[in-house]
Nanobody
Framework: QVQLVESGGGLVQPGGSLRLSCAASGLALEYYAIGWFRQAPGKEREGVSCISSSDGNSYYAESVKGRFTISRDNAKNTVYLQMNSLNPEDTAVYHC??????????????????WGQGTLVTVSS
C-alpha cells in the first residue's frame, strides 16, 4: 500500500521556522518529482515548491522564494520543506504529492492529489 505522510507542522511565531517532512512507503520518491502545496481555510489550493526527479532541481512559488527550501533524502525516502521567516500568510495545511513535473501553476495544482491528511502550519503571535 502506497502512503505519503506529512509531518512537522505546528504553531510558530512570525519570523520562525519549521521543517516539514514527506515520508513515503510503497513508493520510491527518488523517481518522482515531488511537490508541496498548501490550502488555507477559505482559500484555493496553492502550489509552494517542487523538486525534480532527474536532476534534483528545486522550484518555488514567488510567495515563498528565498524563504523556503525543498530537499530530498533518498536513503530515507523523504522529501523536506524547510520554511524560514514564516508569516501569518503561510498558515495552511501543507501536503506533498508526486507531481507531473515542476512547473508550478494552476494546471500543476490540479494534477496533484491529496495522499495524506497533511500537516497544519499555524503562524501566529
Amino acid at each position: 500500500q502506497v502512503q505519503l505522510v506529512e509531518s512537522g507542522g505546528g504553531l510558530v511565531q512570525p519570523g520562525g521556522s519549521l521543517r516539514l517532512s514527506c515520508a513515503a512507503s510503497g513508493l520510491a520518491l527518488e523517481y518522482y518529482a515531488i511537490g508541496w502545496f498548501r490550502q488555507a481555510p477559505g482559500k484555493e489550493r496553492e502550489g509552494v515548491s517542487c523538486i525534480s526527479s532527474s536532476d534534483g532541481n528545486s522550484y518555488y512559488a514567488e510567495s515563498v522564494k528565498g524563504r523556503f527550501t525543498i530537499s530530498r533524502d533518498n536513503a530515507k525516502n523523504t522529501v523536506y520543506l524547510q520554511m524560514n521567516s514564516l508569516n501569518p500568510e503561510d498558515t495552511a495545511v501543507y501536503h506533498c504529492a508526486p507531481a507531473p513535473g515542476c512547473v508550478i501553476d494552476s494546471t500543476w495544482i490540479r494534477h496533484l492529489q491529496v495522499w495524506g491528511q497533511g500537516t497544519l502550519v499555524t503562524v501566529s503571535s
